[in-house]
């Protein structure tokens, strides 16, 4: 296995861990989890405190999620649409959350700047999933994703949610169709 394979395992088998014992977890448990001898941590990382950084970041990666987001069928309905990004969105941002709670943190790490190069790629991305409906909509398409993120990231957040976790379908619904019943 070359060092950078080994490097990959380790920081593969560490998130897992870092979400169960945060920061925590021990070497004994990385090289276990990894199917590797504890030394071969030393041999690849620096120090504990290096591979952690590594599988934050890897963990954070934003590149998984803007593939997801482009694999959304621009064919479906936008009602469909929105619901498919809602539901990318809720896994990254469950996922970001999980992470922060067993990491104790409470923002994304300073050598995370590549995010907001991310962020605005994902942007583009969710408006141009919704811009061919433009001519439907109340609002632009990028107000539009402005507020499925917002309602997205608060109504999936265990504390701003008071632990009742709206749905796809709830957010969506609350968009597009607002909460007055239709003989109101």
Known sequence: MTPEDRRETLVEATIPLLLEHGRSVTTKQIADAAGVAEGTIFRV??????????????????????????SIDLDQDLRTRLTDLCRHLQERFRGIFLLMTAMGMVGPPKSHQQMEAGRRRAEKIMVAV???????LTCTPVQLVHMLRMLTFSG?????????????????????????????
């Open 130 to 136: 919704v811009e061919g409906d433009a001519d439907q």
């Open 45 to 70: 990382f620096d120090s504990k405190d290096d591979l952690v950084t590594a599988a934050v970041e890897k963990a954070l990666d934003m590149e998984p999620f803007l593939a997801d987001l482009q």
């Open 156 to 184: 999936t957040h265990p504390h701003i949610s008071d632990g009742h976790i709206l749905t796809p379908e709830q957010i969506v619904g609350t968009l597009l169709d607002g909460v007055l019943r239709k003989d109101s």
